[in-house]
């Protein structure tokens, strides 16, 4: 649909901006666990292709498991 093909050309032009002139192309992503995997998969290209060499995921839900 046109809006989303617009909300996409959005963030590769605001993602290929940030990623100008800096030394660390690295960008920041949360995603829905709800969210199928494809659709994060699409975002995670879009990151690399407008600029970011790496890509870190937060979670929100992430809990850190003790040694026995």
């Known amino acids: 649909d046109p809006q989303s093909q617009a909300a996409v050309k959005r963030i590769a032009d ?7 002139g800096r030394e660390k192309k690295l960008a920041f992503f949360a995603a829905d666990g709800e969210l199928p995997y494809d659709k ?29």
Request: hydrophobic share 50%; glycine share 6%.
């Open 40 to 68: 994060v998969v699409n975002f995670m290209d879009l990151c690399r292709n407008n600029g970011a060499q790496k890509l870190g995921i937060v979670f929100d839900d992430l809990h850190i498991a003790t040694a026995p």
């Open 14 to 20: 605001r993602l290929r901006a940030a990623m100008s």
